[in-house]
């Protein structure tokens, strides 16, 4: 199961620079983007078959509805409601405005009659939004981290979006490495966007040992 770290820059602002909501939702959108890549980047690494075209969607969009309710739950510990309900709104239309810029890139338009990419994974979240708000954190955490319940309710949703030799396989794998490793990068790049200590620009890197 061990994997090789996932390393992103998380250090977007000059110190002391004012960040609007939307502004650091953009931040936090590009480092869901990538984390989600790179954990299926390295789910394939694993031997998982995960294909293109749809198959890799399918994925992408599970974890990345998966990313933006642990950045949403994050904000509520640490912004007033208006300004968690700005951040949340404009990272999933910045998430959901790249995944359809790579969808149509990839796969072209949908059929005529067809949702949108972009409309397809808002109306996603908003589904499961609501499912994962029914799960809670790890006891005693020092910022939010989601506890089995929410994890396994991942796993089980990435299931159906591999074939049948992988599908007994991927709660272990998500739930063991892949989601804290990528839970970690969405804890790291918050607090780096809320600080307005000086620090010099860096990596993050999350072991998957």
């Known amino acids: 199961m061990s ?21 650091q939702a953009g931040a936090m959108g590009f480092t869901i983007w990538r984390v989600a890549q790179q954990t299926l980047k390295r789910m394939r ?17 599970e974890m990345l509805v998966f990313l933006v309710a642990v950045a949403d739950r994050l904000a509520h510990e640490r912004f007033d409601g208006s300004t968690r309900v700005a951040f949340t709104t404009a990272l999933v239309l910045h998430v959901a ?9 990839l796969l072209g338009a949908p ?3 067809q949702p949108m990419p972009r409309d397809r994974f808002i109306d996603l979240f908003n589904e499961l939004h609501d499912h994962y708000a029914e799960f809670g954190g790890e006891p005693g955490a020092a910022e939010f981290t989601p506890d089995f319940g929410f994890l396994r309710y991942l796993g089980r949703r ?30 790291r790049t918050l607090r ?3 600080s307005t200590a000086p620090r010099r620009m860096r990596h993050s890197s999350v072991s998957g040992d």
């Open 3 to 23: 994997t090789a770290p996932i390393r992103l820059k998380t250090h977007w602002f000059r110190p002391g620079a004012p960040k609007t909501p939307e502004q």
């Open 45 to 61: 690494g694993a031997e998982y078959d995960i294909d293109a075209g749809e198959p890799y969607f399918a994925f992408m969009r």
């Open 97 to 105: 405005d790249t995944l359809q810029g790579n969808e149509l890139d």
């Open 111 to 113: 059929p005529a009659g």
């Open 158 to 187: 990435l299931e159906p979006t591999l074939p049948p030799k992988d599908q007994r396989w991927v709660l272990d794998q998500v739930m063991a490495v892949e989601a804290p490793d990528a839970v970690a990068l969405v804890q």
């Open 192 to 194: 780096d966007l809320c």
